[in-house]
């Protein structure tokens, strides 16, 4: 059965958005514990490109459905795994890329949710908190996706989360969503 093309974000409520990714039924990958099989070829880009054998896939189906086989292993290492086969994949940064963001609300009522390279939408919230890792190059804003998998911010999308940065509880500037609050800045 095909994929179903990716929803566009800027026509679904946040509501609508947290209802699909609610509904979204992902394979029990935490539950299949098979042999490990040897490695698959495959590499995810920092851009969020997937390549097999060097060759870029170009099927949005493809990722897709990789990506939803895609578990990080508890030694950091990234594998593709089904009931019958587990093979290593290389990701140079993060496995998906934040690609869209859209708001509602402000302050403590703010809700963001994210579209991802994918296709998969995400409520960034308690149980998918945004981090920021500050590097020589500038920060990067991360989204957890699930279970140790985590989204790179494009940069488009981080200015978006930064005109909404204000000075949280203890007094750190950072964004609100879900509920919760996300510092920008480290600890003093």
């Known amino acids: 059965m095909p994929m179903p093309p990716p ?3 800027s026509s679904l409520s946040l509501a609508d958005v947290a209802r699909l990714a609610a509904e979204a039924k992902l394979p029990p990958v935490e539950r299949w514990n098979p042999a490990h099989c040897g490695d698959s070829e495959m590499r995810v880009a920092r851009d969020g490109t997937w390549f097999h054998q ?5 099927r ?7 990506s939803t086989i895609l578990r990080r292993e508890q030694d950091g290492r990234f594998v593709l795994v089904t009931p019958a086969e587990k093979l290593d994949i290389a990701v140079e940064d993060a496995p998906f890329v934040a690609v869209e963001c859209k708001a509602e609300g402000d302050g403590v009522e703010a809700q963001l949710a994210f579209r991802l390279n994918t296709g998969e939408l ?12 500050d590097r020589a190059d500038g920060p990067r ?3 957890l996706v699930r279970a ?5 911010v494009v ?10 940065a204000m000075p949280g509880p203890d007094g750190r500037l950072g964004i609100w969503s879900g509920g919760a609050f996300f510092a920008m800045e480290a600890c003093a």
């Open 60 to 66: 949005p189906e493809m990722v897709r459905l990789f």
């Open 141 to 143: 804003p991360y989204l």
């Open 54 to 58: 060097g060759s870029a896939i170009t």
């Open 155 to 164: 940069r488009s999308v981080f200015y978006e989360l930064a005109e909404r």
């Open 122 to 133: 995400v409520v960034a919230g308690p149980e998918h908190p945004l981090r920021f890792d």
């Open 7 to 9: 929803p566009d974000l």
């Open 148 to 152: 140790g998998l985590e989204a790179l």
